[in-house]
Structure formats: C-alpha cells, structure tokens
C-alpha cells in the first residue's frame, strides 16, 4: 500500500448526515520475478530468419510443450522472453521446413538457468539452408499503395493457418517479400492476416496463390491486393453522352472523351464556340454528392459560368442545376471539389460551358 503510505490507514470522522468520498487506497504492485532471454536465429551465411518458434524446454523432452513459453523471432532475427520464471531450461527452435540446425550441433538445445532479474542475450541458433526455389512478390492496397510488415507464409499443408514449420517472410516499405532456398513442393502462398476493414481481392475472394516450385525455381510477381473500404462518395461511371458539336464535331486530339478520362492532363475542346455540353448515361439514378473539375490550361476563364446538371430525361428537360462555376474568379487546373446538397437521384449528369467558350474543360467527375 502506498497511499496513505506505510500502509496507515485513512482517518475519518462520521457526522449523522454526511457524506464522505474519495476515502481511496493506492496498492503498488510489485514487479514481477523471472529473468530475461533473448538471441537470434540466422542462416550460415549470416541471413536473418524470420518467424522461427523458439521455446523454453522446461522438461527437456525436445518438444514444445503446453504451457512452455514461446517467442517468435522477428524481420531481424531476434527474439526475446521476459519475465521467465527463475530455473534451468533447454532453449530450443523449430526448425523450418528443410533446414538443419548448424549451432548449436546436432539439434542440441542451449541450456540456460534463469535468475531473477538475470539478463541472459546472445542465446543465438544458426541454420543451414537447403539449395531450393526463391518466391517473391508483393502486397498492395487496390490504391496501388504498398502495404508495409505483412506476413506472408507457405502454408504446406493448406490448413490456412502458419504452423510452427513453415516459412514466413514479411514485407518491407515497397511492400515487397520474398523466400529463398525453397524447397521443392506444393505451397498455397497466404496472408496470415489482411489489414483492418480490407477486403482480399487478387486473388478473390481471399484465396490463396498455389505454386509447385522445382529446386531452381525463381517465383516472380506472387502479388496480392487488398481492397481498402471506400471512405466517401464514389466515382460514378456511365456512358459518354453529349450534343453533336461535343461528339463529333471536336477539335482534332481534343475528343469529348477527355473530360471523363480521369486525367487533367487532357483536354476537351469543341471546334465551334457554342453547343458543347457533354455528360455522362449513368444507367440508373444516382444521388449525386460530389462534383469535381478542372480547366483547361490553355483558357481556364473559359469555365466561368459554366454549369454541372443533372436529370431523369436524356434530353435534359427536366434538368436541375447541381453547381455553377463562379465567374468572379478564374476556375483552378487541377481538380477542384465541390459538395452537391441536392438529396435527389438522377440518371442523367453534364457540363453545360457557357457562351463562345469552345467548351474547353480538362476534366469533369461525378461522385454518388
């Protein structure tokens, strides 16, 4: 007890009536007996090996048994026990799939004795690796954005689950993995686990990548991509629609198709001034939340006045203005965001320019 310290008590007075809180006790714990162990566990040639089990064989029967603590060696190689109670043990590894243990000899283990407050390090294991198949690939997000200290593992038997046994790597910033010295099998390449809120989707629906490497293979390009969850509105694509001067009457290398390309680098740009408006066949009504765009480089004022509709009649009779582009300031290059408030569905959505502006627009996006 250390509040009230020296384990005193608190003293109060009782009145008829009253009312005492906060009357708290603080107990420390103490910390906890055992000591530390930790080391490495790496190929003759000095390669770190990851996802190694190592365990404490208190019983010294060479196989890892319940209730013995285990660690896991991490993308360096090393691993570490704390709190260990304060005995003699074996510490021993299981080997992966094909390697052999080079020290300590002939798979001995390492006896230890822990102390209390004992620290034992370099407690290393050094592994042969058999000539085999190398495997690479990577895990990326549908963004095409790296998905960095993923596990990977060859799960041998299928069971869906990384035993002990098999070979695991971990992805690097680039998302990038790889195994070396594989021996020659049947594998079915998994992710232990996908990202929070993800979704697999190469391969679908969560499956995972088979392979039957030879001892010389050299396995390339085993990708995997994990869908992240949309966040906000999304994109809403449909057919090209538009009047006769936008569809084929546009200026030469400037076609309509420009502005729903999802590029600003490309334009759009009638060959006569008026009678432009170009939009999109959404196939069926959407609510429309969000509009982006952007101008044409050449004439950015050339948007001023220009107005985003949408409708449920192809010509356009029964149109509804969702924005129009301010004419008191030039419109930006770059795709510009604006919010829709209009709680309405529609199928149908365009840009109608204003007056002798050719049209010109790099980009126009609709999101619902």
């Known amino acids: 007890q250390t509040s009230p310290a020296n384990n005193a008590g608190i003293k109060i007075t009782v009145t008829n009536g009253g009312k ?28 770190a090996l990851f996802g190694v089990t190592v365990y404490l064989d208190a019983n010294n029967n060479s196989k890892l048994d319940t209730g013995e603590l285990t660690a896991t060696t991490n993308a360096a190689g090393a691993f570490s026990f704390t709190k260990v109670p304060a005995r003699g043990y074996t510490l021993r590894q299981i080997l992966l799939s094909g390697d052999t243990q080079k020290t300590p000899t002939s798979n001995a283990g390492l006896a230890i004795t822990v102390t209390n407050g004992g620290n034992l390090t370099g407690k290393n294991f050094t592994d042969n690796l058999p000539a085999g198949a190398t495997i690479s690939g990577t895990v990326k997000n549908n963004k095409g954005a790296a998905i960095a200290s993923a596990v990977v593992y060859l799960d041998a038997n299928n069971n869906s689950k990384l035993d002990p046994t098999e070979h695991s790597a971990i992805t690097n ?107 999109l066949d959404l196939g069926k009504a959407f609510s429309i939340k969000q509009i982006k ?18 409708a449920n009649k192809a010509d356009f009779s029964d149109e509804v203005n969702l924005y129009q582009v301010p004419n008191t300031s030039t419109p930006s290059t770059s795709l510009k965001t604006v919010t829709v408030s209009n709680t309405k569905t529609f199928r149908y959505v365009r840009y109608l320019p204003p007056a002798n502006s050719f049209g010109e627009v790099a980009e126009i996006e609709f999101f619902g």
Request: proline content about 7%; charged content about 10%; glycine content about 12%.
């Open 173 to 279: 910033s680039s998302g990038a993995y790889s195994f070396a010295n594989i021996p020659a099998g049947t594998y079915n390449i998994r992710q232990k686990a996908v990202p929070a809120g993800d979704t697999q989707t190469t391969p679908a629906n969560g499956a995972a990548i088979h392979i039957t490497p030879t001892k010389t293979s050299k396995l390339t390009n085993e990708n995997f991509v994990d869908t992240i969850p949309a966040t906000g509105p999304t994109e809403l694509t449909g057919k090209l629609i538009g009047s006769t001067n936008a569809l084929t009457h546009a200026k030469s290398g400037h076609p309509a198709s420009n502005a729903v390309d999802n590029k600003t680098s490309t334009t759009f740009e009638g060959a006569m001034a008026n009678g432009n408006w170009i939009g």
């Open 20 to 47: 005492l809180t906060n009357e708290n006790f603080t107990d420390t714990v103490p910390a906890a007996a055992g000591g530390s162990v930790s080391g490495s566990v790496k190929s003759a040639a000095g390669a």
């Open 293 to 310: 765009f952007a101008a044409d480089p050449a004439n950015p004022s050339f948007m001023e006045g220009g107005v985003f509709q949408a």
